[in-house]
C-alpha cells in the first residue's frame, strides 16, 4: 500500500511540475509555438470610405486576407503564408519573409522587411491568443489605431 502512495505522490508532483512549465513560458516561447490566424480587426477612429465608417475592419476585410497564416521562429524570422484562399491566383504562397523581436520589456513587437519597419504594441499574449495595436497613415494628416485578435 505504501508502494502504491509513494508512486501516485511522485506521479502527482510530476504532473503539477509540469503544468507549471507550460504556464512559464517566455513571450518568445508563445509566440513561436504555433502559427497565428487573424480572428479580429477594429480601427479606432473609424475608416471614411465609400460614403460610410469602418470601425469592424476585419468585417471589411476580403476573405483572402482573413486566412493569411503567420509564423514566427524563435531564430528571430517570420513568414506571412497566403493560407487557404489567394488574394491573386499567381501569388505565391508565402508572400511575406522578415525578421522580427521584442523590445527590451517584450512590450513591443517588431517585424521588418528590408527596410521597412512595423511597430505592434502588445496587449495581450498567451497560449491562444495574441491581441496587438500598431498606428496606420493613410495620407499626412490621420493615423489610425488598428487592434488585431489573432489565434492559433
Do not use: Q
Amino acid at each position: 500500500m505504501k508502494k502504491i502512495i509513494l508512486f501516485l505522490t511522485i506521479i502527482n508532483i510530476i504532473g503539477l511540475s509540469s503544468c507549471n512549465k507550460d504556464e512559464e513560458l517566455s513571450n518568445t516561447e508563445l509566440l513561436c509555438r504555433a502559427p497565428w490566424i487573424l480572428s479580429a480587426s477594429t480601427v479606432n477612429p473609424p475608416f471614411v470610405y465609400e460614403g460610410g465608417t469602418i470601425v469592424d475592419w476585419y468585417a471589411a476585410m476580403y476573405p483572402c486576407e482573413k486566412d493569411d497564416i503567420w509564423h514566427f521562429n524563435e531564430c528571430g524570422t517570420y513568414i506571412i503564408d497566403e493560407g487557404t484562399n489567394k488574394c491573386s491566383e499567381s501569388a505565391n504562397e508565402v508572400y511575406e519573409l522578415g525578421i522580427w523581436a521584442f523590445d527590451d520589456h517584450e512590450e513591443y513587437l517588431y517585424t521588418g522587411i528590408l527596410e521597412y519597419l512595423n511597430e505592434y504594441a502588445i496587449i495581450s499574449l498567451n497560449k491562444n491568443e495574441l491581441i496587438m495595436s500598431h498606428i496606420s497613415w493613410y495620407d499626412t494628416i490621420s493615423s489610425y489605431t488598428f487592434t488585431e485578435t489573432y489565434t492559433h
